[in-house]
């Protein structure tokens, strides 16, 4: 009998309880307030965890970067932390996606200071960085987004000489206030290209796939096909010694 079948499969079982997924699908909705009323946005998001190969840095070395721009602390835990990968929905009922990474170019003066900058690519220098909405992230106080935030791009006419007008959902470092339960709720602002208001209201965000696998206690029956399973194999051992010796 094949004896490493069984420890596998129990392994397997063990191992399946802390699993974590790499891909993450969110619903979004903004509701603007005060002077903003009026500019809503819903839909979904598509992200993936941050990783080396992809966003060229260890997420160390980004949270450094975000922490000496923005000032904001955030915890080096590799799980919280999402890149977009897609978005869909609306905003003012315009139909959007998604804005890739913000880059540029740049042209500098003889005095080695930045003279022009020459936007290739996203919003607002958008990050594109998301943190999931769990109530296990170590980073939830923050909000769900940096301060550089995730920006789109209405579907628009452009041949008609029109620039489609593009936006960014970002968390201003520390901008919130306490709720009646005096917990820190953090602000969400949208700030458009056509004219750059920023819209401040209310930002909702709710994974419905993907995302972390809380650690669950391993069931009983995992630890009782385990020690079962232990017990075989020292069993057979002892039986098979004993074989040998005779």
Not at 47 to 69: E, H, I, K, P
Not at 86 to 96: C, E, K, L, S
């Amino acid at each position: 009998m094949n004896r490493i079948r069984p420890i596998a499969a129990a392994l397997a079982l063990f191992f399946s309880a802390t699993a974590a997924n790499a891909s993450l699908v969110m619903s979004w909705s903004f509701t603007g307030t005060g002077t903003s009323t009026g500019i809503n946005g819903s839909g979904t998001f598509e992200a993936r965890l941050w990783n080396v190969t992809d966003d060229g840095s260890t997420l160390g070395d980004y949270l450094t970067f975000v922490g000496n721009n923005s000032g904001a602390p955030f915890n080096d835990v590799p799980s919280d932390f999402y890149v977009m990968t897609g978005a869909t929905g609306t905003i003012n009922n315009n139909a959007i996606s998604l804005l890739p990474k913000y880059a540029a170019t740049y042209t500098y003066d003889e005095f080695g200071d930045v003279a022009t900058t020459t936007v290739t690519s996203g919003f607002q220098g958008n990050d594109n960085v998301v943190l999931e909405p769990n109530a296990s992230n170590a980073n939830k106080y923050w909000g769900n987004f940096t301060n550089f935030g995730v920006s789109f791009v209405e579907t628009c006419d452009t041949s008609l000489g029109a620039a489609c007008t593009m936006w960014n959902l970002f968390v201003p470092y520390n901008p919130g206030s306490l709720d009646e339960n005096g917990v820190y709720a953090p602000s969400y602002q949208l700030i458009n290209s056509l004219n750059d208001t920023v819209a401040v209201g209310t930002f909702k965000l709710e994974t419905t796939e993907g995302g972390r696998v809380e650690a669950v206690p391993v069931p009983g029956a995992a630890w009782l096909l385990l020690s079962g399973v232990g017990s075989f194999f020292l069993a057979s051992r002892r039986r098979f010694s004993a074989a040998n010796a005779r």
